[in-house]
């Protein structure tokens, strides 16, 4: 069974530093995002149900998109509160 590195052209050096596949892809499957967004498939499922999270439709499936995505965690975001002296 040949591995990863054996099968790739590149230093083991240069293969380290690059990123997983999936970080820079444009489009995500919802298992894909939710590794990205580090949530559970569910959290990302109920916010596509919810309309929360844009989505394009293929068949069956849900893609989605990095800068839906992105805007997503950002609109969820919660600043920390300012502390008084």
Known sequence: MTTLNERSS???A????ALPPTLDAQYFTVAEAADLLRARKWTIA???REKKLPYIRMGKKFVLMRDDLDAFALANRV???NKRD
Not at 14 to 17: H, K, P, R, S, V
Request: aromatic share 0%; net charge positive; glycine share 0%.
């Open 79 to 81: 600043d920390a509160p």
């Open 10 to 12: 590149r230093p083991k």
């Open 14 to 17: 240069q293969q380290a530093l």
């Open 46 to 48: 109920a916010a596509i």
